[in-house]
């Protein structure tokens, strides 16, 4: 990275102090010099909205694939440090989520939905079949929670896309709590057989307005300050809560994740992520991937919650430098 910039440390990201002002008068405007926001025909034709951010004689392009309730622009400071490091960039909203296509049976923004949990799988494959082609290579894939368990889903059935994987907090499992997993799928899929699939589960609320920092996945409060005050300004970012579908869906996507013979497909380097204070996933089912594929590493994220990427300072530029590290690893 050059420039001389006393807001930025020397990799590109956000110091806390002063966060929300440089992100809102330095990094967002300077991406948005740089910005090709397209709408790509994802499966069964949805429409998604697809950021790319080419760059000459770049060193690869990461592709950015964002976890349950999330968007694109949450990874806004991730997105300008990959840049100001080399790296071009593409970036999409998953179906159901920010400015892609929704059900227009589900009038509620901020509930998240999908029929199956394929076809996450299908748009990110599609992606990278197409506007993905387009980009430098060689290519890699950066994906956090839900967007791991995509991003996994694919790398057992694709061999050929992604010359490395980095996982943050990746969904292998999602955290259910005191329910048994048996339980909670007779639950849904009864729901989900008398035509309720698509409601909002029943722990579940509509999006109200700020979510309070005590309960939130994140320890950064400059980074999740600046993200809420965006989402309430802003209602296609006020993804808060599941549908029956999701959950049901959600629960059973690690049998395929774990299933006999599937993470031993994988065959591209993979490097996970586990944050040490994790409440929204299953880190002991991160283990039993990592276990499975061939050269994968698993490295824990001291004093991290489940948005290792949206940390404190001192925890997220040493993680952050560390995944550099490893995209530039020969």
Same mark, same amino acid.
């Given at each position: 990275?050059?420039?001389?910039?006393?807001?930025?440390?020397?990799?590109?990201?956000?110091?806390?102090?002063?966060?929300?002002?440089?992100?809102?008068?330095?990094?967002?405007?300077?991406?948005?010099?740089?910005?090709?926001?397209?709408?790509?025909?994802?499966?069964?034709?949805?429409?998604?909205?697809?950021?790319?951010?080419?760059?000459?004689?770049?060193?690869?392009?990461?592709?950015?694939?964002? @976890?349950?309730?999330?968007?694109?622009?949450?990874?806004?400071?991730?997105?300008?440090?990959?840049?100001?490091?080399?790296?071009?960039?593409?970036?999409?909203?998953?179906?159901?989520?920010?400015?892609?296509?929704?059900?227009?049976?589900?009038?509620?923004?901020?509930?998240?939905?999908?029929?199956?949990? @394929? $076809?996450?799988?299908?748009?990110?494959?599609?992606?990278?079949?197409?506007?993905?082609?387009?980009?430098?290579?060689?290519?890699?894939?950066?994906?956090?929670?839900? @967007?791991?368990?995509?991003?996994?889903?694919?790398?057992?059935?694709?061999?050929?896309?992604?010359?490395?994987?980095?996982?943050?907090?990746?969904?292998?499992?999602?955290?259910?709590?005191?329910?048994?997993?048996?339980?909670?799928?007779?639950?849904?899929?009864?729901?989900?057989?008398?035509?309720?699939?698509?409601?909002?589960?029943?722990?579940?609320?509509?999006?109200?307005?700020?979510?309070?920092?005590?309960?939130?996945?994140?320890?950064?409060?400059?980074?999740?300050?600046?993200? $809420?005050?965006?989402?309430?300004?802003?209602?296609?970012?006020?993804?808060?809560?599941?549908?029956?579908?999701?959950?049901?869906?959600?629960?059973?996507?690690?049998?395929?994740?774990?299933?006999?013979?599937?993470?031993?497909?994988?065959?591209?380097?993979?490097?996970?992520?586990?944050?040490?204070?994790?409440?929204?996933?299953?880190?002991?089912?991160?283990?039993?991937?990592?276990?499975?594929?061939?050269?994968?590493?698993?490295?824990?994220?001291?004093?991290?919650?489940?948005?290792?990427?949206?940390?404190?300072? $001192?925890?997220?530029?040493?993680?952050?430098?560390?995944?550099?590290?490893?995209?530039?690893?020969?």
């Amino acid at each position: 990275m050059s420039g001389n910039e006393t807001c930025f440390n020397e990799d590109g990201l956000v110091l806390s102090e002063g966060y929300a002002r440089t992100m809102t008068d330095r990094v967002l405007p300077w991406l948005a010099e740089r910005e090709e926001k397209t709408v790509f025909s994802g499966y069964e034709g949805r429409p998604l909205c697809v950021r790319k951010y080419p760059l000459r004689d770049a060193r690869g392009t990461v592709v950015i694939v964002h @976890g349950f309730t999330e968007c694109a622009v949450k990874f806004s400071e991730i997105i300008y440090s990959l840049l100001r490091n080399g790296y071009a960039v593409l970036a999409y909203d998953q179906r159901g989520h920010g400015e892609s296509w929704r059900d227009p049976d589900i009038k509620d923004l901020s509930l998240t939905h999908v029929d199956r949990f @394929g $076809e996450y799988v299908s748009d990110l494959e599609m992606l990278c079949d197409g506007p993905l082609g387009d980009m430098p290579a060689p290519h890699y894939a950066l994906s956090h929670s839900m @967007g791991g368990a995509v991003t996994a889903s694919l790398l057992i059935k694709r061999q050929d896309i992604f010359k490395k994987a980095v996982f943050s907090s990746p969904m292998i499992a999602p955290e259910t709590g005191s329910m048994p997993n048996a339980l909670m799928k007779v639950m849904l899929g009864a729901m989900r057989l008398l035509g309720k699939g698509k409601e909002r589960v029943p722990v579940s609320k509509p999006y109200a307005g700020r979510e309070g920092f005590d309960t939130a996945c994140v320890n950064g409060r400059e980074r999740f300050d600046w993200y $809420e005050d965006l989402r309430v300004r802003t209602p296609a970012y006020q993804n808060n809560g599941p549908s029956v579908c999701w959950t049901l869906e959600a629960i059973s996507v690690t049998g395929r994740l774990l299933g006999p013979g599937c993470p031993e497909r994988i065959d591209c380097p993979v490097r996970v992520y586990q944050a040490e204070l994790e409440n929204m996933v299953v880190n002991e089912a991160q283990e039993k991937f990592v276990s499975r594929v061939k050269g994968a590493e698993l490295l824990v994220v001291k004093g991290a919650k489940h948005e290792i990427y949206r940390s404190l300072d $001192e925890v997220l530029f040493p993680w952050w430098r560390g995944v550099l590290d490893y995209l530039a690893r020969p």
